[in-house]
């Protein structure tokens, strides 16, 4: 059927409408695309072009050069050592087992090595490098780079770690440093990001934890380009950051080398103070141990020996060990007297071997008395009686007072680990720590450096050091933080009477230099290095009646920990002191034969050249002896001066 005229052309208008209303349509729509490109790209050009920089730009830290240690004469005592070690990067690997076990015929890797780098690589992002080994030989390194084609993301490099070069020498002091953990970010409330770093360093313990921000420096920060995946294409710049700073301690490393041998075995700690400055001369705790094992990453086996030693070879004895003081603890108690004016250094009192108060009897270490001791007499033949006369006239609130002055039940601020405060104790304290009220026998016990009082040996060497000085020196450990040297403040005068402090030091002198005194065989001879000082013996264990009824059974015939503890303080020359010494030597029996000649040595060592004391200042008797003894001790070679930073 035909359509008419009419009908067509209806027919074509209604298709020139639809087509004119799509076309607008479609126009439109190029419009709002053309408008949103424009947006996007005129108008946002620079807000997506910094958006799409970051995506393809990363900033990443460069861990410091950290700062090192040195010896008040500048030699090296921690530093930075080149080390060569083998990382993997899961991304690149594949299959990091495989890899794992074709690097196994290359170098030396045990199972457990195995296992521990799968359990890293599974822990981190897969472009993050996993150490395999380290403190490789370069030999080993060789082997890897020579075989990389068939080792994919295996990488070797080269980096600096820390080391000891005096190992355990300075283990006490110094520290260690070790992987941050957890535990390390959860005790810092705003870490710093370099502490995120896998496998960054820091310090656990010693100078190494407590100058931790001295010694670590600053970051520098480098700009890589990356991939979608964040895996490094290339680095487009880089900033260096700042080197930590170098610490010079006051210890003397060979004096330090010297002392720790001379204690050798023995579970014992010794402290050399210099009694003018307060510098510390020697620190040491015995037996040690070697940091570098820690660094490394110490095995079960080296930790359980450490930890299962009754000789606690990782405590600190020196700062953290709290002894009774026993005898040495007997200048305080004469200079509280003396200065209540309860007694003067001529006031006698009668010893007839024991003291009898409240129904108990306290025995004098000499069972048949003294008789008629005045001072000098009762610190030189260190009679118990006398003391536990003169603390019941001047009470133990006096004696407290005068055992802080002389830097006794106080921290003292050092840069070490854990230092004790030890216990100086009064009738608040009692009361605040047990509820209970003071009673005689605590004071009688106390008098003698027993009951509840309690010293570390750096305490005695800084009591030594007032007592000797007549100021209240405070003991210095660093000498010099960068370039600058640490001004050494003059120490206030102690506020004890000069002529009440000669009386005490009188006391000491006759400890050592007269014939009845207890430290007598310990004398120095050379008339310029005369010494002083105070043996003490503490008992560990109660001596009941019936024991000492039978007799005292001897400290040889005990088990070792059941043994007294032996103590010795003296400060020398006698005319013009210089140093100071303290050392306590755990269950080693009597004082002035164990300790005493340990701190003679010292003494002599800090105050002549050379590295053995000169035979010449000992007793003509002694001498055969004390040459076997000095020429046997194994002395290390210290290196001389370093005098650069070891950038390597």
Same mark, same amino acid.
């Given at each position: 059927?035909?359509?008419?005229?009419?009908?067509?052309?209806?027919?074509?208008?209604?298709?020139?409408?639809?087509?004119?209303?799509?076309? #607008?349509?479609?126009?439109?729509?190029?419009?709002?695309?053309?408008?949103?490109?424009?947006?996007?790209?005129?108008?946002?050009?620079?807000?997506?072009?910094?958006?799409?920089?970051?995506?393809?730009?990363?900033?990443?830290?460069?861990?410091?050069?950290?700062?090192?240690? *040195?010896?008040?004469?500048?030699?090296?005592?921690?530093?930075?050592?080149?080390?060569?070690?083998?990382?993997?990067?899961?991304?690149?690997?594949?299959?990091?087992?495989?890899?794992?076990? @074709?690097?196994?015929?290359?170098?030396?890797?045990?199972?457990?090595?195995?296992?521990?780098?799968?359990?890293?690589?599974?822990?981190?992002?897969?472009?993050?490098?996993?150490?395999?080994?380290?403190?490789?030989?370069?030999?080993?390194?060789?082997?890897?780079?020579?075989?990389?084609?068939?080792?994919? +993301?295996?990488?070797?490099?080269?980096?600096?770690?820390?080391?000891?070069?005096?190992?355990?020498?300075?283990?006490?002091?110094? /520290?260690?440093?070790?992987?941050?953990?957890?535990?390390?970010?959860?005790?810092?409330?705003?870490?710093?990001?370099?502490?995120?770093?896998?496998?960054?360093?820091?310090?656990?313990?010693?100078?190494?934890?407590?100058?931790?921000?001295?010694?670590? +420096?600053?970051?520098?920060?480098?700009?890589?380009?990356?991939?979608?995946?964040?895996?490094?294409?290339?680095?487009?710049?880089?900033?260096?950051?700042?080197?930590?700073?170098?610490?010079? $301690?006051?210890?003397?490393?060979?004096?330090?080398?010297?002392?720790?041998? !001379?204690? +050798?075995?023995?579970?014992?700690?010794?402290?050399?103070?210099?009694?003018?400055? #307060? %510098?510390?001369?020697?620190? =040491?705790?015995?037996?040690?141990?070697?940091?570098?094992?820690?660094? @490394? #990453?110490?095995?079960?086996?080296?930790?359980?020996?450490?930890?299962?030693?009754?000789?606690?070879?990782?405590?600190?004895?020196?700062?953290?060990?709290?002894?009774?003081?026993?005898?040495?603890?007997?200048?305080?108690?004469?200079?509280?007297?003396?200065?209540?004016?309860?007694?003067?250094?001529?006031?006698?009192?009668? =010893?007839?071997?024991?003291?009898?108060?409240?129904?108990?009897?306290?025995? =004098?270490?000499?069972?048949?008395?003294?008789?008629?001791?005045?001072?000098?007499?009762?610190?030189?033949?260190? =009679?118990?009686?006398?003391?536990?006369?003169?603390?019941?006239?001047?009470?133990?609130?006096?004696?407290?007072?005068?055992?802080?002055? $002389?830097?006794?039940?106080?921290?003292?601020?050092?840069?070490?680990?854990?230092?004790?405060?030890?216990?100086?104790? %009064?009738?608040?304290?009692?009361?605040?720590?047990?509820?209970?009220?003071? !009673?005689?026998?605590?004071?009688?016990?106390?008098?003698?450096?027993?009951?509840?009082?309690?010293?570390?040996?750096?305490? $005695?060497?800084?009591?030594?050091?007032?007592?000797?000085?007549?100021?209240?020196?405070?003991?210095?450990?660093?000498?010099?933080?960068?370039?600058?040297?640490?001004?050494?403040?003059?120490?206030?005068?102690?506020?004890?009477? +000069?002529?009440?402090? !000669?009386?005490?030091?009188?006391?000491?002198?006759?400890?050592?230099?007269?014939?009845?005194?207890?430290?007598?065989?310990?004398?120095?001879?050379?008339?310029?290095?005369?010494?002083?000082?105070?043996?003490?013996?503490?008992?560990?264990?109660?001596?009941?009646?019936?024991?000492?009824?039978?007799?005292?059974?001897?400290?040889?015939?005990?088990?070792?920990? !059941?043994?007294?503890?032996?103590?010795?303080?003296? *400060?020398?020359?006698?005319?013009?002191?210089?140093?100071?010494?303290?050392?306590?030597?755990?269950? /080693?029996?009597?004082?002035?034969?164990?300790?005493?000649?340990?701190?003679?040595?010292?003494?002599?060592?800090?105050?002549?050249?050379?590295?053995?004391?000169?035979?010449?200042?000992?007793?003509?008797?002694?001498?055969?002896?004390?040459?076997?003894?000095?020429?046997?001790?194994?002395?290390?070679?210290?290196?001389?001066?370093?005098?650069?930073?070891?950038?390597?």
């Amino acid at each position: 059927m035909r359509r008419s005229a009419r009908d067509s052309e209806d027919s074509a208008r209604k298709v020139n409408r639809r087509a004119l209303f799509l076309g #607008g349509a479609m126009t439109a729509m190029f419009a709002v695309l053309g408008a949103r490109m424009r947006y996007l790209q005129v108008d946002q050009a620079d807000e997506f072009k910094l958006l799409a920089e970051e995506n393809r730009i990363n900033i990443r830290l460069i861990p410091p050069t950290r700062g090192q240690i *040195f010896d008040r004469n500048g030699r090296l005592i921690a530093g930075n050592e080149q080390n060569y070690r083998v990382v993997i990067t899961r991304e690149d690997a594949g299959d990091v087992e495989a890899v794992l076990r @074709r690097l196994a015929d290359v170098i030396p890797l045990t199972e457990p090595d195995i296992e521990r780098v799968m359990t890293e690589a599974k822990r981190h992002s897969p472009f993050v490098p996993i150490i395999v080994a380290d403190r490789m030989a370069w030999d080993d390194l060789s082997k890897v780079a020579i075989n990389a084609p068939s080792l994919p +993301g295996v990488t070797p490099e080269v980096g600096l770690s820390r080391a000891y070069p005096l190992d355990t020498d300075f283990a006490h002091v110094v /520290g260690y440093v070790g992987p941050v953990s957890e535990n390390d970010l959860a005790k810092i409330e705003d870490p710093d990001p370099l502490l995120k770093i896998p496998e960054f360093q820091i310090g656990k313990i010693g100078v190494e934890t407590w100058m931790e921000g001295t010694l670590r +420096g600053k970051a520098g920060t480098k700009r890589i380009e990356v991939n979608a995946y964040g895996r490094m294409m290339r680095e487009i710049d880089r900033v260096e950051g700042d080197a930590g700073d170098d610490i010079r $301690l006051t210890i003397d490393a060979e004096i330090q080398d010297f002392v720790q041998a !001379r204690l +050798g075995a023995e579970s014992a700690a010794a402290v050399a103070i210099d009694v003018i400055t #307060g %510098d510390i001369l020697a620190i =040491c705790s015995s037996p040690s141990f070697d940091p570098n094992l820690f660094v @490394r #990453g110490i095995s079960f086996k080296d930790y359980a020996a450490l930890t299962e030693n009754d000789h606690r070879p990782l405590a600190n004895k020196a700062v953290q060990g709290a002894y009774p003081p026993g005898s040495t603890f007997k200048m305080v108690t004469a200079l509280a007297a003396l200065e209540a004016g309860v007694i003067t250094p001529e006031t006698s009192v009668y =010893c007839p071997g024991h003291y009898e108060t409240g129904g108990r009897r306290f025995h =004098c270490w000499k069972r048949g008395g003294h008789g008629m001791v005045s001072l000098s007499r009762s610190l030189s033949e260190s =009679c118990d009686v006398y003391y536990y006369d003169i603390a019941q006239r001047v009470g133990i609130d006096k004696i407290a007072e005068m055992g802080r002055r $002389l830097g006794l039940g106080m921290r003292h601020d050092l840069p070490m680990s854990a230092i004790t405060e030890g216990i100086m104790p %009064d009738k608040a304290w009692k009361r605040q720590r047990y509820e209970q009220d003071w !009673r005689i026998g605590d004071t009688i016990n106390a008098s003698i450096g027993q009951g509840y009082v309690l010293a570390s040996p750096l305490q $005695l060497a800084v009591m030594t050091a007032r007592v000797a000085s007549g100021r209240a020196v405070q003991p210095r450990l660093v000498r010099s933080v960068g370039d600058s040297e640490l001004p050494v403040p003059e120490a206030p005068p102690l506020g004890v009477d +000069g002529s009440l402090l !000669r009386s005490v030091r009188q006391g000491m002198y006759a400890v050592i230099n007269e014939r009845r005194g207890t430290g007598h065989t310990n004398r120095i001879v050379d008339p310029a290095l005369v010494m002083a000082g105070k043996s003490g013996t503490s008992q560990v264990r109660n001596i009941s009646a019936a024991e000492r009824a039978r007799g005292v059974i001897s400290n040889d015939q005990l088990p070792w920990n !059941r043994r007294d503890h032996a103590l010795f303080v003296g *400060f020398a020359p006698f005319d013009a002191p210089r140093v100071a010494v303290a050392v306590v030597v755990e269950h /080693g029996g009597g004082g002035s034969s164990v300790a005493g000649p340990i701190v003679r040595d010292v003494i002599l060592r800090c105050l002549t050249p050379g590295p053995l004391p000169p035979l010449s200042a000992y007793p003509q008797s002694q001498r055969a002896r004390i040459e076997t003894l000095l020429t046997s001790l194994p002395l290390r070679k210290i290196e001389p001066e370093v005098t650069t930073r070891s950038r390597a």
